[in-house]
DNA sequence: CATCATTATGACCAGGTGGTCACAATAGCC
DNA sequence: GGCTATTGTGACCACCTGGTCATAATGATG
């Protein structure tokens, strides 16, 4: 008694060789991410791909199914990706092992896929995205739902400020993280650092530099390191 | 040989009567705000003003024209608020202070003009947004041309850690403010504060442990304060 | 009043959209 | 081959958009 998503594409388009679906995903995507949902053109899509915009009708049921189903694909990508990075994680892991680690995963994740952290900005700010803070909600409860317990632990381990709500500790890792992350993919928001513009080993001192930052706070202290 | 800006409107529109100008202004303002600049609809607009659509491009160029003028008064107002927050300070003032004043401005201006912080919100992200990168810079240059010297002076008085480069302080700075106030405009990026919610005194509670957090960092210290 | 300049109007246009559907092509099966 | 079910097609539809323009209303000036 599955109810079938309204994501779902019709069984037509599943059955369709994998290369041909992956190139219709692969446009469908190219498509959202350069315009946003309100401006994505279908007749571009079919256009380009050179297939009837019958055919498109046949997969999916509209317009919106069809984004939906294409952010699917961005979600189960992000979810692979974060599980590869933490996967390995000890139960009495570092908080700041994590970020770290959660900082380069969102980096390769811009580099490999580009076009799919494209369609995340657009979802977080575009207007009558269809659902969209369903969508939201559902990528932002990986990271948090990940640093939580680890700032909790940090906290009972003495190592994490207690001076310092828990939800608070959150919410700055996940505003640095976010920005960090919106400034390397968008440079007018990277706030001078200059993040495009560097090499990976410069990209890799700076994220440790923010982490220390944050832990360390940006007032001076007597015994400064 | 002043060149007219494009975002200016005809002499017609300037010798409207204020009122009648200052409802146009508000009618299209509201269309920007809730649908975007793609799906602003210039036809809505004119029918909730009860004017005919000739009278609209009697008073602007087009659409473009029309956007970038909203835009403009939002940039005033930014400025005006900005500057009666931060004017009475004094040359060597504490950067802290001036974090916080800035941190209760935004809160009061997105309280009080919510359409215009949401006209923002949209540039920042909207895609094909007629200049976009220019726009946003015109208003991310008030806050950091404002910070830059201060974070300076706090280092160069001991008080800022030296040892984090000017830019990594302005830049943690800026995405504490910004994601603050998004979280507290638009509770699904609040990571879970609660801001949208909060009365006045536990707002302003929470921006002050957000500084002190800022100040001290999430790493504990062996002298606890 | 008449004359002229300015402002208001809304029917109209070309272009684009998401979505449909009668039909053509194909594939699988006997 | 013939028959059926599935898949592909693109002309077509209603709708909406930003933008135009001939014309009407209004105001100012004599």
Known sequence: MMQERL?????????????????????LLKEFADKGYQKASL?????????????????????????LYIFDLFTAKVKGMLQRSSGHELPQADL?????????AGIAFIDRYPDFYQLYLNVLFEHEVPQR?????????????????????GQAQG????????????????????RFLQGYARSY??????????GPSELVAEVDLLI????????????QG
């Open 159 to 178: 190592r994490i400020s207690r001076a310092v709500p828990l939800s608070m500790v959150v919410f700055l890792i996940d505003a640095s993280l976010d």
């Open 43 to 67: 007749n571009t899509v079919v256009g380009s791909l050179g297939i009837a915009k019958g055919s498109l009708y046949q997969y999916f049921a509209n317009k919106e199914s069809i984004f």
């Open 189 to 198: 928001l990277d706030g001078g650092l200059g993040l495009a513009t560097m």
């Open 133 to 153: 803070e369903e969508l939201i909600s559902r990528v932002r409860l990986f990271p948090m739902e990940y640093f939580g317990p680890l700032v909790a632990l």
């Open 7 to 27: 994501s779902s594409p019709t069984n037509t388009f599943s059955k369709l060789p994998a290369e041909k679906k992956a190139k219709i995903e692969a446009a």
């Open 212 to 223: 220390k930052t944050l832990k360390n706070g940006l007032g001076s202290h007597e015994d």
């Open 96 to 104: 700041w092992q994590a970020v770290r680690r959660t900082m380069f």
